[in-house]
């Protein structure tokens, strides 16, 4: 089961301000140049759901301009005094004392060299205020989003069906980051389903450090406080959700025999006691993902973090336990002596797959 302990509190508070770490953009972003050094080249980058004077996004892409080969850069931010009505909050401290108009968002566009010194980074961004707030689901930002050609960010985690949807209405490439719960979404399940979006390379277990305004609680499990008095908290369950192509979704699983796994499994839940069945779904449990055999030719139900590891061409995905179509217990999870398992998928492998 995934912890999200930090982010169903922010939830609670109505507060979606966490910050993506420069190190954890750059590692994602890094994944995709390795598999195709073109991923974006020649592109036009959107970073909506931005913070200008917070976002490593904006910072990220604008540094690595020309490494990429970008064509423009567009940021928007959400306007500070909207964000004082949804929150609840003061004015974050880049507004302190600028003289910034609360009501409109903002927008950052990098696409030449502006200052003259023979190269296009981040002292070359360019800024002006939006006619709206800048929420993305604007008419305003929407035009910037039917204009791009990738979408890159952190979207509001309490929002993400709506913003995926509106990505993907406009049919665009995206990396975004989120819940890893999502998975489970009925909005969000069918897109990873048909392989029209998938798990990225980076984040596959463990958590990450984002950055939060200063007025949120520090009451998740981890957090810190930096010499600058900069907050951060540690969330577990996080993945980057893409359309994008990298190399380690192609990379098939290596797989044990049923009878070795039961013989040797380092998990108490398979060995010597082999493959339970679901008393609700025709299908085996398989409670790790390291425990899937390679001589079962049936549907087994997995993990969602199975999908960490998802290989396409060696995997078909059936289902998720709640929503299989032809189940009699639509809408339930699966039962083993009539225990609830966790969140399950679904899956059958491919004949002639790599075991």
């Known amino acids: 089961m995934v912890d999200t302990t930090a982010l169903q509190k ?35 980058v959107l970073l909506p759901c931005d913070d200008p004077e917070e976002s490593n996004f904006t910072r990220f892409f ?26 609840g909050l003061e004015l974050f401290d880049w507004a302190a004392g600028r003289n910034l108009d ?69 049919d665009k490439n995206f990396l975004i980051i989120g819940n890893m719960n999502a998975i489970t979404y009925k909005e969000v399940f069918p897109l990873i389903k048909s392989n029209k979006m998938w798990l990225g390379e980076s984040i596959h277990s463990g958590d990450r450090e984002f950055g939060v305004p200063k007025e949120y609680p520090l009451n998740a499990a981890g957090w810190r406080v930096d010499s600058k008095g900069n907050h951060f908290i540690r969330v577990k369950g996080v993945r980057w959700f893409t359309n994008l192509e990298h190399g380690r979704r192609h990379q098939p699983l290596q797989l044990m025999t049923e009878a070795r796994n039961i013989k040797y499994s380092r998990h108490k839940e398979v ?55 032809d189940n009699p217990h639509y809408g339930h999870r699966f039962t083993i002596d009539g225990i609830e398992t966790y969140a399950r998928i679904l899956i059958r492998r491919k004949k002639g797959d790599v075991k």
């Open 271 to 325: 060995k010597g006691v082999g493959y339970r069945k679901y008393d609700n779904y025709d299908a085996i449990e398989v409670p790790f993902t390291d425990a899937i055999p390679a001589d079962y030719d049936g549907v087994m139900g997995v993990p969602i973090s199975f999908l960490d590891k998802y290989c396409p061409e060696q995997f078909e995905i059936i289902g998720l336990d709640r929503y299989v179509p």
């Open 102 to 170: 609360p009501k409109h968002g903002r927008m950052m566009i990098l696409d030449h060299d502006v200052n003259g010194d023979g190269k296009i980074n981040f002292e070359d961004l360019e800024w002006w205020y939006l006619k709206g707030d800048g929420d993305f689901r604007s008419e305003e930002v929407k035009k910037f989003r039917d204009a791009a050609d990738v979408i890159v960010t952190n979207p509001p985690f309490s929002l993400f069906r709506e913003f995926l949807k509106w990505i993907v209405d406009a």
């Open 62 to 87: 604008a540094e690595n301009f020309t490494r990429l080969g970008l064509k423009k850069l567009i940021s928007t931010s959400y306007a500070p005094a909207a964000k004082k009505d949804k929150y």
């Open 10 to 44: 922010a939830k609670k508070a109505k507060n979606d301000e966490f910050y993506t770490q420069y190190a954890d953009i750059q590692a994602e972003v890094n994944a995709y140049l390795e598999y195709d050094p073109d991923t974006f080249r020649g592109k036009t």
